[in-house]
């Protein structure tokens, strides 16, 4: 018995798959170490960026903190909307104003803006400002409606701001955003959008 099984390995691994199974198999390994090094790869880059954040969110700027115009465009009744708009007012920031702006008067947002200002309870906030641009004729809407703005901002205003409407920036946003700019050699800032989950980490 023992002799009926003593055949050479390579010889049962070749009798028992098929040139084309071999074939297929090797594929799919080959396929999957792309993959796993792809994943290495992705994994290295998202640490890198984590430690990019870390060490931008901890840089301490000189303040600088000039008038600003925060520029809201809005249309339609985007998730947490009142509270969001709250966030924007309660930037702890000495002094700006906030333009909301629509192409449509009787866009549903603007009740929401309304209620979010009579409902504020901070000591003290930004000026307001509501513009209707009408609807776009040469360019897209949304470009339409700043380039009316930037027309109408305060002339006292030294920084412009662009945040969306679906956006709940936290109570430093504004100051951290502006405090690069003290560098005259630094023309524009950004931040970066962060999505967190309504129904927590693990929903779906």
Known sequence: MLGHFARPLNELFVSTIPGNSLIVLLTFYFLAGVSIWLGLLSLRGGLRFVRYVQSETAREYPSFTPFATVIVPIRGLDHGLQENITAIFSQDYPAYEVIFVSDDEKDPAWAIVEKARLDFKGPAGPTMRTIVAGP?????????????????????????????????????????????????????????????????????
Not at 136 to 156: E, M
Not at 168 to 173: G, L, M, S, T, Y
């Open 136 to 204: 776009a004729v040469d360019r897209g809407q949304k470009v339409h409606n700043l380039s009316v703005v930037t027309s109408a901002i305060d002339r006292a205003g030294e920084v412009l701001v662009f945040v969306d409407s679906d956006a709940r920036p936290a109570d430093d946003w504004l100051k951290s955003l502006v405090a690069p700019l003290k560098d005259e050699t630094v023309g524009a800032t950004t931040g970066y959008r962060w999505f967190v989950p309504v129904r927590g980490v693990f929903s779906h």
